[in-house]
């Protein structure tokens, strides 16, 4: 019997092999040397049924511990409504391919042309690509656009109150490519603009990295910044969570030149770090840099508005090495995602879940600053839904103890600080919990 | 497949005043918050507003004009578009794996650890390496981090002037454009008339400068490169380490291993050779895989397993750096660890050798009327330079489209680039004889029509949701979003 | 009087005193198809010879500009900006850029006209 997964009878085999002209099957790897073949079965295990798969999988699960979550740090457990599970397992969706053959891929074309849309109206930018993979090669992939677009330049700017994941992926990408980058310094969890100013003078920048909300929850102003970098001839690149940008400045009204973030916060569930998305946006003018598949309208023979994969002469299939990135794919049925979440969400829902987060996030920080054990540590700074408190106690002990409890308190970013999120997702009563442990620290 | 095309956008069904979402009260103060004006954004973006019902109907509606794996067979050559079984789906998405924050204490993620790590010691296995890092998002993205460990492990030994790859014309755009984002210069090398790599022309520019040889195999035309061994015992000769691109791994599979083969680094695509759904783009993963002696080059954070047998997240020094925030596409890879748990040895052996199998009978099958340039046994997919009869002047292209008449998806065209009508077919080992009896009936048909009625060939598609889409046109004055389409 | 010379990689350059107009050959413009898109430098860029300056994008094809001779940048023909098929209509009057000539010797390792027509002819 036969796998399965394998339609083959014994009966196909035989006659499909004479067609082939062949005996065996082995006959059609006659061209492998001898020396190469494998001769034995893998050290794997046999082939299991479904309920064994389950079983072992179900195991595995055991393993671990669901916690309430009050971590952030670019992962945010925000809500996700049914429609989007739904919509996105159908099989039309999640077992295409590329859309190449347009005339039968209109559905994928046409929701990247819609997520296309979204991110355009929620970054405030003229154009968005297809999606990528994550925020922290979408930032890098950004580094490298501003690069080229420079054509002779290869230093950027990160400011250190950008998400230091997202810079060990950007110093990664950089080492390689030979782009120099330097720190913009931050000051009391803001970037120092003065900082800013006196490193382009030489005029060698290609590009100024900055993000909004930033890695401690905090907005910053960003007033003067792109025409301080535009009078440099750098680009002015904004790292942004797309969640909040319902609510908050969006790096279009910044005067951004690019956009670039993770789509997670837009309800992705958080899945251990993935699948999430990677979205680049910028403007017009520099469109035909932008990495990656873009999606544009046209009509067809019979003139019916259709969607085709569009500036294709960017890419790598016909660029090769001269391609503004080495990516192919986008995050397909991710950017479905997004798509679906704010066709549900809408801007109404999406200011209310900023809201409730925000909520949430003021009456957390009280319940931790009345226990006079933890403190806001940037308590004049605007925030939004994540902050960073400062404890008299030890924080790996505390978050120790939080775990036994059942609550995940947020993500230890430095000895004697924890950086806390909330969403809308996290009711009154676990906060009085998590308050209640911080209490008897 | 629906014939009607269904061709609304979302933001044309907005209807003031509606809504869809849903959201709990939390019990707090309300409104307690005022930012400074300047750091809020001017007007509310521009999202549609729609009711639940609508939004349902709207996206089933987009869904059926299209073709996945699921509707029919989808030959599309060098992407293996094989079933992607259910359970895989059932599995990704248990709510004590996708409710895991990313940067939970390692005490409790410890099913999810042992996930990862036994699928990167099973795909070791299988591509006969030491460790596989799963932290790559996609096989572009593998092939980068792969460069960066040759690259590291160059460094390491002060080895600074290897700063060229070489890679055969036959090589995915993918290859010599990875190799330019990590910094290296790209050397092509002709292939020889049969498809393979020209190992003199090789050989001839393999110097002290050159850091690494890519290579497919079987390559882009599914052609075994049989002298591997011996290009890998020159490379390594010369100081430089081999690439395996393992976009065609499949039909490999319980046959022989790319380690064995002689390569150093690998990527294997698990939404290729390992079942998990294409999406239509994306989420994919490329693990890739290093030989004995690179291992600590791989990206950080790397998943061990401690002497008691827990499991823990580990930062080596010589690491190449991070090419992503945490542990990759993990919900990717649980798909394909639940593929090959239900392949098991067994099941995997078989898969590698029916896709062969698959791939010869239609080869086979249609040899007579179709262009086979490189006439020999092939792997998992094999190319034809279009029509065998060129007189009609029915391209690759209107076969393609013609196919999409009669339900197929077309396979690959005008890749490889050695040909100039290529037409690149992988059925994969999930599809029937029947299935590809009739794909071969259809094949038939289409080069008869092509000599009878070559107007019929070269004006489809007839009967998809939409015709013929003017490329120009797009690719001129770019309309990208909606808003582009208001003005 | 200007005089028009060719090199090897298609990209012709009008030459009248020591200013050049630069553009690829009918020949390139044929083989590439509909051109939907110019990439050009910008004025006061320098260009040098045998090192590109720019691309010409048909829809599935992307040619680089590879400049005939080094100079620097003193206008771009914008109305390729707007209608880059312009280049389809008539190659040798829709220059793409203009330049002043640092090297006027490099014309010398170029083709004339008649050198050119023979070089296409024999591809």
Sequence with gaps: ?441 | MNREYYGKLIFELSRPGRRAYSLPANGCPEGATLLPEGLLRKSAPELPEVDEPTVVRHYNNMSTNNFGVDTGFYPLGSCTMKYNPKINEEMAVLPAMAGLHPLQPVSTVQGALEAYHTLQCYLAEIGGMAEFTLNPFAGAHGELTGLMVIRAWHDSRGDSKRTKVIVPDSAHGTNPASAAVAGLKVIEVKSMPDGTVDVEALSAVLDDSVAAVMMTNPNTMGIFESRVREIADMVHDAGALMYYDGANLNPMLGVARPGDMGFDVMHVNLHKTFSTPHGGGGPGAGPVGVRSGLEKFLPNPRVVKNADGSFGLSQSDGSLGSVSATLGNFAVQLRALSYILSLGCDGLAQAGRLATLNANYVKESLRDVYELPIDRVCKHEFVFDGLADKTSGVSTLNVAKRLLDHGYHAPTIYFPLLFHESLMIEPTETESRETLDEFIAVMRDIAREAAESPEVVKSAPHNTPVGLPDDTKAALSPKVTYFDLMQ | MSKIYYSETHEYVKVDGNIGLIGISDYAQHALGNVVYVDMPEVGDDIEAGEDFGAVESVKAASDLIAPVSGAVVEINEHLIDNPRLINEDALSNWIIKVELTAPDELDSLMDEAGYAEFVSNQ
């Design chain 1, 1 to 441: 019997m036969g796998h399965r997964y394998f339609p083959h009878t014994e009966a196909d085999i035989e006659s499909m092999l004479q067609r082939c002209g062949v005996a065996s099957v082995d006959e059609l790897y006659a061209d492998v040397p001898p020396g190469l073949v494998l001769n034995r079965d893998y050290e794997l295990p046999r082939s299991m049924s479904e309920k064994e798969v389950r079983d072992y999988f179900h195991r595995l699960c055991a393993a671990n511990r669901p916690l309430t979550c009050f971590a952030g740090a670019g992962f945010y457990n925000h809500y996700s409504p049914a429609v989007v599970s739904s919509v996105i397992s159908r099989s039309e969706f999640l077992t295409a391919y590329t859309p190449y053959q347009p005339e039968i891929s209109q559905g994928t074309l046409q929701y990247i042309f819609e997520y296309q849309s979204m991110m355009s109206a929620l970054t405030g930018m003229a154009v968005s690509n297809a999606s990528m993979y994550d925020g922290t090669t979408a930032t890098a992939e950004a580094m490298l656009m501003a690069v080229a677009a420079s054509r002779k330049r290869n230093r950027v700017l990160v400011s250190q109150t950008l998400n230091p994941y997202t810079r060990k992926v950007i110093d990664t990408y950089a080492r390689y490519h030979g782009v120099t980058v330097d720190d913009i310094r931050q000051i009391d969890g803001m970037t120092d603009l003065v900082d800013l100013q006196s490193k382009l003078e030489q005029d060698d920048v290609a590009g100024v990295i900055v993000a909004t909300p930033n890695f401690y929850g905090l907005l910053e102003d960003y007033s003067g910044v792109a025409e301080m970098c535009h009078a440099h001839k750098a680009l002015f690149i904004v790292n942004c969570v797309p969640s909040a940008l319902g609510v908050i400045r969006t790096p279009g009204e910044w005067g951004a030149d690019i956009a670039v973030g993770d789509g997670q916060s837009l309800g992705m569930p958080l899945s251990y770090g993935g699948p999430y998305l990677g979205f680049i946006c910028c403007t017009r003018a520099l469109m035909r840099k932008l990495p990656g598949r873009i999606v544009g309208a046209t009509e067809d023979a019979g003139g019916q508005r259709v969607f085709v994969i569009t500036l294709q002469a960017r890419e790598q299939h016909i660029r090769r090495e001269k391609a503004t990135s080495n990516i192919c794919s986008n995050q397909g049925l991710m950017a479905l995602y997004a798509t679906v979440y704010l066709s549900v969400m809408g801007a109404a829902g999406l200011r209310e879940v900023c809201e409730k987060s925000m909520d949430g996030a003021r009456y957390l920080v009280a319940a931790l600053e009345k226990t006079g054990r933890m403190k806001l540590k940037y308590p004049s700074a605007p925030y939004l839904n994540e902050f960073v408190m400062t404890c008299d106690f030890d924080v790996d002990d505390f978050v120790a103890r939080c775990v036994a409890g059942g609550i995940l308190p947020g993500v230890k970013i430095a000895d004697g600080e924890i950086l806390i999120a909330v969403t809308e997702m996290n009711h009154r009563s676990e906060m009085d919990a998590l308050a209640g442990i911080v209490e008897n620290m």
